[in-house]
């Protein structure tokens, strides 16, 4: 298996708290990416990290933000959680092929509840 | 962005047959298409990458095929077992990420 793990692994919240979550990787992997996952929306992206201080959004990033200081860790931040946010978080880790990223190593999730 | 449609929620097999998944893209065609299996409660494991000049893949009893006329893959589960059962996830690439469709919630029954 792949050395990523994911902190915490479930949490519960009252809204307008800010909420960090941690991916922390052992691989060396170039690329790290955060998805949250929901019924009958599948797997969608909300930041992604290609290097050490370098991030992007993705297509669900309104209130996160994601910071990474080191190779090996990427966090995402709720900054004010809101019920919209309870979801299941994974971050997931891979290194880049010629056309995109290549097979992506997934941690077992953070779900997240926000009351 | 890219969408993805797994036509089917969920799908039912008898033990020994083979089950075939559906993934349409509905945009640009990917370099690549990845499927993922994911159990209860865990993270996607990824099983098989089949890239745009690919027509097959196979890897043991998994088979993926990749139409770019018909803008579609398909993944064959060959010989199913109850352990096969899972949902299991197409992935199209784009620039640095992977747009991933709802799933197909395989049920072997024995």
């Known amino acids: 298996d792949a050395g990523i793990t994911q902190s915490p692994r479930h949490k519960v919240t009252e809204t307008g708290t800010p909420v960090t979550l941690r991916c922390h990787q052992t691989e060396n992997h170039r690329y790290m990416y955060w998805y949250r996952q929901d019924p009958g929306h599948g797997l969608r992206l909300i930041h992604y990290s290609y290097g050490v201080k370098d991030t992007d959004k993705g297509e669900v990033s309104d209130g996160y933000s994601v910071s990474r200081s080191k190779t090996e860790d990427f966090l995402l931040t709720l900054e004010s959680a809101t019920s919209s946010q309870t979801s299941v978080y994974f971050c997931a880790i891979s290194d880049p092929l010629a056309g995109g990223p290549g097979e992506l190593f997934f941690g077992e999730g953070s779900r997240l509840t926000v009351l | 962005s890219q969408k993805i449609e797994q036509n089917s929620e969920a799908l039912n097999i008898q033990e020994g047959k083979t089950a075939t998944l559906t993934c349409n893209y509905t945009n640009y065609s990917p370099a690549y298409l990845q499927w993922y299996r994911q159990d209860p409660g865990r993270g996607p494991v990824f099983l098989l990458l089949?890239?745009?000049?690919?027509k097959e893949k196979r890897k043991e009893r998994l088979k993926v095929t990749f139409d770019t006329t018909l803008k579609q893959s398909l993944f064959h589960i060959t010989a199913s077992q109850p352990a096969d059962s899972a949902t299991y996830l197409c992935?199209?690439?784009?620039?640095?990420?992977?747009?991933f469709g709802t799933g197909t919630r395989l049920t072997v029954i024995p």
């Open positions: 089949i890239r745009e000049n690919e």
């Open positions: 992935a199209s690439t784009g620039a640095n990420n992977l747009f």
